[in-house]
């Protein structure tokens, strides 16, 4: 059973908004004439979150199992 897509992906319509870069201008951007999105800080700002940064790492995890048995796998040959 396969679930039915009502639209297409930015990718896949060949939008420039699919690129990150483009996504990140828009948001970061007023317009000239005052309209559109507010500023993503400004409304972090407004929740109560004044600075949003990075936590401390805490776990780092690898995962290696298909490397390490396909390595193995080798060198057993």
């Known amino acids: 059973m396969s679930i039915k897509q009502r639209t297409k ?3 896949s319509r060949h939008s420039e908004l699919a690129d ?3 996504q990140l201008k828009v948001l970061n951007t007023t317009p000239p004439d005052g309209q ?3 500023l993503f800080t400004s409304k972090i700002q407004e929740q109560g979150y004044p ?3 990075p936590a401390k790492l805490e ?3 690898v995962n ?3 490397t390490l048995q396909s390595i193995l796998r ?3 040959c």
């Open 64 to 66: 290696i199992g298909k």
């Open 36 to 38: 559109g999105l507010p």
């Open 9 to 11: 992906s930015l990718s």
């Open 74 to 76: 080798s060198l057993s």
């Open 51 to 53: 600075d949003l940064s």
């Open 20 to 22: 990150t870069f483009i």
């Open 59 to 61: 776990i780092f995890q």
